[in-house]
């Protein structure tokens, strides 16, 4: 078996776990299997404790931006310093990285992808490469791809606007001009506009609980 199809099982079975389909083959096989992996995963669970609530939630906001722990670690203390909500601040950290605009312009098709985009140097911020996905984009900001890249073949299906079927539409806060693969971060988002499943209280609740 190839490597990316077993990435993609890997990603379902993850999907599974933790309830929240990850990738657009993982929503197929949701409709398919409402339920948890393994030979147990029809079975009606226990009631989880208020930790392991909390901890599922962290670990799904995680996944559905695909990082390490010390760098939601990392935006969980600077939300914290910030004014407003914490929980609010965190969801805006994260959709403000270079990665998460990428996908939600619909330049790839899952934030696995998105990622490796730009660390592949296919990707500018303002005419300059950038290749770090945790990059903070700025309001005004334009993201679009190198013009050497263009030409290849993810590139020319995204330029169609074909991710556009398995993503979200396009969130208010990105102007997209998706023909030119380009998009301006026009403002920051507001949470109602996010979208991510989360309950963001709980996550901040287990941060708070961890110090």
Known sequence: MSNNANRA???????????????P??????????????????????????????????????????????QMHRAYVEAKRREGRTGTNLLTLLESRLDALVLRAGFARTMAQARQLVVHRHIMV???????????????????VHSRSEKMAPFQVAATGAHQDVLPDTPAYLEVAIDKLQATFTRLPERSEIPVTCEEQLVVEYYARMA
Do not use: C, W
């Open 9 to 23: 099982r890997r990603q379902v079975r993850k999907s599974r776990a933790l309830g929240i389909a990850l990738t």
């Open 25 to 70: 083959k993982a929503e197929k096989y949701f409709e398919r299997r409402p339920y948890g992996p393994g030979e147990h995963g029809r079975a009606r669970r226990k009631q989880d404790s208020d930790y392991k609530v909390r901890l599922l939630e962290k670990q799904r906001l995680r996944a559905q931006y695909n990082i390490r722990e010390k």
């Open 126 to 144: 303002d005419g300059q490469r950038v290749d770090r996905p945790s990059f903070m984009v700025k309001p005004g900001q334009m993201i679009h």
